[in-house]
């Protein structure tokens, strides 16, 4: 189902067509990570800490360098030294590059269990397998602290001397006057709130080869979500410059975010070096749990205030935020986006960035927006409860619109988050009655901030009238179909005449990170551009040879017409085969770094069951509703609302970290670790709201990661309407709800 507010017609924009790499990926062909194979490859491994804090005395790595079938081992130190302090030498954030280099290797410290220490690499993964078992680390232990509570309690250990109380930072947001704002509530809910700390579960573990030639050029091979900002970074962390190095970007299994940094790639690159040799190094599945970036766990008071009549007055948040080892949660987004589906005039956030020993986090899939959505939208709930108001009327009164006041303080600019509120109380689940009296039905919306960033593409038109497309985006969801229907739209041809590829580090301009939803929005702009600059060149040639004036040829639908001379056309094909004697080929380019990628709301109602004696929950129905901007491939936004709200039931329902006495990660493997299957659920319907993004040719807003955002509301908010019970912590597991139940 799709909503449109808009009147605009399109041909291959909004079509499903067949996705241009579904053939390589379901006979086998396309090539994954650990694919490579090379002459002369060699197997690299990684020693990693039994320990979740501890002080590195001394590394002895003598007897395994003895092993025949061993090349190189390295730890730390064969790494530049780096200064412990943030720079910006690279396009994004500063980067505090002891810290980077000293999660990929430890320097002085680990910092969670599983924190590599040492790197092998031998002819054989069985090898260095035994090589790792041959190194003697001596360790002095350290107490640990593994949630936020933990970490800033009075005694605590410190990860680091210069966070005091294990507090890397605190930030506040504010509009308006807060205690203002609640002195004029007559109603007040406040609440405390725990989520535990999840990963991404992506498929695919990470794997990384590099090859260090003699003449010191490196090329690596991975999969990533953007192959510049791995070289930029490896180039920080190994000292060599960016031209170093040649990233090939190899299909990617899954992302979710987790594969926005550097791990295995300068490690792989080092020990090509000393030995010579390309060397492959790939994780195991416990490897990727215990030692890559899960995010965060979280401790939150969070405060609403409103009138009997349901306006929201104030809102006050508390956000406590797990960074891991080093500084870094997600705390910053999810200030900026807990209660920007409303159009509240007086807020207060306080975020705190807070070190623990867990792994580094990394981003998750709108990262901290669902962990704040969860208390936010909870409270929601008991306020329309209290006032007697339809939960979804709620968020429509006090729904953020064109205009509304955002606690950062900009200005929204054309949103929909009304519409999906709208379409979600009109659809046919929200306005049929509950499959059973046992069960439970629960609302929640969500908001994204959605992002860009620079953005290349290349157009090559073929003597046949097909256009090969170059793009300098990771492909993480549906990118390469969704380019060239950019690029199709523009010239009027079909989708199947374009040839969409990403291209490596040194065959296509600077491009950034695939993540925050601005793949599709920069890319495809990005695509259209180059479209267009083709366009341009081909109505130069089409003049050329009907000898008039350029002014007198138009494009229409894939053809060239002559505006006077009605019996002058010629389709692009046509007009393709004329290149050779009319200059040559034509070559569409664009270079842009484009703002305004739109803003993402997304609203989402569930069915449930709770059985008192499990305290098991069953998903009965699902239906989530998005704004799109204008879903270019539906087939595509489908999907990603689907396995966004997939994501998001586990994470509400099974997903946690369970972190033994130790400090160590007790569930590191798919069997203990529990992602949701088809058998947990029901059929996901995908409402498609279409508010278009104005400030793109097409209307596209990002569409990757709102979904995520409202699931653990909506299921608390369901289970309290099945059994009378608010869940305040994540997840919610039958044990939680069995203790719930019973008072505990």
């Known amino acids: 189902m799709t909503t449109t507010h808009t009147n605009r017609e399109f041909t ?64 730390n130190h064969d790494f530049p030294t780096q200064e ?29 269990k599983g924190h590599a220490v040492a790197a092998v690499a031998a002819n054989s993964p069985h090898a260095a397998e035994e090589a790792l078992a041959l190194i003697k680390v001596e360790y002095e ?34 509009i ?76 990617i299994g899954g992302g979710f975010g987790g594969k926005t940094t550097i791990y295995l790639e300068p490690v792989a690159a080092l020990l090509s070096k000393i030995t010579g040799y390309p060397v492959k190094i790939t994780m195991s599945r416990s490897e990727v749990l215990e030692a890559t970036g899960p995010t965060s766990g979280s401790y939150m008071k969070v405060k609403i205030g409103a009138t009997k009549d349901g306006k929201i007055t104030s809102a006050q948040a508390d956000l406590k935020f797990e960074a891991g080892a080093y500084p870094g949660s997600p705390v910053g987004a999810a200030s900026n986006c807990i209660f920007t589906p409303y159009a509240i005039e007086n807020v207060r956030i306080d975020g705190y960035d807070i070190v623990n020993n867990k792994p580094k986090t990394t981003a998750y899939r709108a990262p901290g927006a669902p962990i704040g959505a969860f208390a936010a939208e909870t409270l929601i709930d008991e306020l329309a409860e209290k006032t007697g108001i339809d939960p979804l009327d709620l968020r429509i009164m006090n729904g953020a619109k064109q205009g509304t006041t ?102 296509i301009g600077y491009t950034s990170m695939t993540g925050g939803s601005g793949g599709a929005f920069k890319t495809g702009w990005a695509s259209y551009e180059a479209a267009q600059d083709v366009k341009r060149q081909m109505l130069e040639r089409a003049a050329e040879v009907w000898e008039t004036s350029l002014d007198d040829i138009e494009l229409e639908n894939g053809v060239f017409i002559h505006s006077s001379d009605t019996e002058l056309k010629m389709s692009f094909k046509e007009l393709a085969g004329h290149l050779p004697e009319t200059g040559g080929p034509v070559v569409g380019r664009a270079n842009l770094d484009p703002r305004g990628p739109g803003s993402a709301f997304a609203a989402h109602v569930v069915d449930l069951e709770v059985d008192i004696e499990t305290g098991k929950v069953t998903i009965l129905r699902y239906t989530a509703a998005q704004d799109a901007g204008k879903a270019i491939h539906p087939s595509y936004v489908e999907g990603q609302i689907q396995g966004g709200a997939v994501q998001g039931i586990g994470w509400a329902l099974n997903e946690e970290y369970f972190i033994n006495d130790s400090g160590g990660m007790a569930n590191a493997s798919l069997l203990d670790y529990r992602m949701p299957t088809s058998l947990d659920l029901p059929m996901i319907e995908a409402l498609i709201v279409e508010v278009p993004n104005p400030l793109h040719p097409y209307g596209v807003r990002g569409v990757g990661e709102v979904a995520i955002v409202p699931p653990m509301a909506a299921i608390a908010n369901a289970i309290y309407d099945a059994i009378g019970i608010r869940m305040t912590e994540l997840p919610m597991n039958p044990a939680a709800i069995r203790k719930a139940i019973n008072g505990e």
Not at 33 to 39: F, Q, V
Not at 47 to 65: F, G, M, V, W, Y
């Open 12 to 75: 291959s924009v909004g079509s499903r067509p067949v996705r241009h790499d579904g053939f390589d990926k379901v006979t086998g062909k396309a090539l994954y990570g650990a694919d490579i194979d090379l002459p002369g490859l060699i197997h690299g491994k990684i020693l990693r800490s039994p320990h979740a804090h501890a002080k590195i005395l001394s590394i002895d790595t003598s007897e395994a360098k003895k092993l025949p079938d061993v090349h190189a081992v390295i730890t």
């Open 84 to 112: 412990d302090k943030a720079v910006s030498k690279i396009p994004g954030p500063a980067i505090n590059l002891k810290q980077q280099t000293s999660n990929i290797l430890a320097s002085d410290k680990v910092l969670y």
């Open 141 to 174: 232990q350290l107490s640990h602290v593994s949630t936020v509570e933990e970490a800033i309690s009075d005694g605590a250990p410190l990860l680091h001397d210069q966070y005091k109380n294990n507090i890397a930072s605190h930030d506040v947001l504010e």
């Open 176 to 251: 308006g006057d807060v205690d203002k704002g609640f002195n004029q509530a007559d109603l007040v809910v406040e609440r405390k709130f725990r989520t535990s700390t999840v990963h991404q579960g992506y498929i695919e573990p990470h794997s990384a080869t590099g090859w260090w030639t003699a003449n010191n050029k490196i090329t690596i091979w991975g999969s990533s979500q953007g192959h510049f900002p791995i070289r930029d970074r490896t180039s920080l962390v190994l000292g060599v410059p960016v031209s170093a190095i040649k990233v090939i970007p190899m299909e």
């Open 406 to 507: 955002r606690v950062s303080g900009m200005n929204n600019p054309l949103i929909g988050c009304i519409e999906t509120f709208q379409t979600t109380k009109e659809h046919r689940h929200y306005q049929s009655p509950k499959s059973s009296k046992k069960s439970g039905r629960g609302v929640a919306g969500g908001f994204w901030i959605n992002g860009s960033g620079a953005a290349c593409a290349v157009a090559n038109v073929n003597f046949d009238g097909t256009v090969n497309l170059i793009i300098g985006s990771m492909d993480i969801g549906g990118l390469r179909p969704v380019a060239a229907q950019h690029v199709a739209e523009v010239l009027g041809i079909h989708v199947d005449d374009v040839n969409p590829q990403v291209g490596d580090t040194e065959t």
